[in-house]
């Protein structure tokens, strides 16, 4: 079992709806969580942290945290055709972040 | 800098050639990581700075692999004798805190 796990995808969305992307992690001790973006060619880019139980809301993007469950989730509200990319789950663990494989996102106009 | 900045930005190399990828980060960020990313996958970490000292370097394939940092600023990172399997983009970050890395543009590294 992957220390972080995503669905590769990939998922399709049109445009305007609500995109919903979904990970587990195994180490019941993390504390720090992190959605990364890349677009392809490119580097990832840091768009939330999370660090609570609940949710975080920042413009269109809202993380959700459950520690109970060990998953994390990202929503991606009003979805644009710019949000296609694949994102990246990451989880704290002691200074350096442990990546999940990502999920490749469209969003169809 | 304004950002992280790494060199180059293509790499080619025959198998067996030794390479050196550099890496510039955000002025005053004491940490500095390196992570392998190939195709399809997410980032991998290879290791990882505070200022001078290489506090980890599990995440380092093989004794081929080989990184500094001398001054606490600019870090390279060595691979030794090439093989296909290095194929990949070698990322750097840099971080203040615990809040989040900033990634460089990566190096790809291509052995043929």
């Known amino acids: 079992q992957k220390e972080v796990e995503q669905n590769s995808g990939p998922l399709s969305v049109p445009e305007g709806a609500i995109a919903s992307l979904n990970c587990t992690y195994s180490?019941?001790?993390?504390?720090?969580f992190f959605w990364y973006r890349q677009y392809s060619g490119k580097s990832p880019e840091l768009i939330m942290s999370i660090y609570s139980n609940g949710d975080k809301e920042d413009g269109r993007f809202t993380a959700q945290l459950n520690k109970a469950s060990q998953y994390v989730s990202l929503l991606i509200r009003d979805s644009q055709p710019s949000d296609s990319a694949t994102y990246l789950c990451a989880v704290g663990r002691a200074q350096k972040l442990v990546f999940g494989q990502g999920t490749r996102l469209t969003i169809n106009p | 800098g304004a950002g992280v900045s790494q060199s180059p930005r293509y790499k080619v190399a025959k198998r067996g050639q030794d390479v050196a990828l550099r890496c510039d980060p955000i002025?005053?960020?004491?940490?500095l990581f390196w992570y392998q990313q190939a195709l399809g996958q997410g980032p991998e970490f290879l290791t990882y700075f505070q200022n001078e000292a290489q506090l980890d370097k599990s995440g380092l394939p093989s004794d081929r692999f080989f990184a500094e940092r001398p001054e606490g600023s600019v870090s390279t990172l060595k691979i030794q004798r090439t093989q296909q399997e290095d194929s990949a983009v070698y990322l750097c970050?840099?971080?203040?805190?615990?809040?989040?890395?900033?990634f460089g543009s990566g190096t790809r590294l291509t052995v043929v």
């Open positions: 180490d019941r001790g993390s504390q720090s």
């Open positions: 970050a840099s971080s203040l805190n615990r809040a989040g890395y900033t």
């Open positions: 002025s005053g960020h004491v940490s």
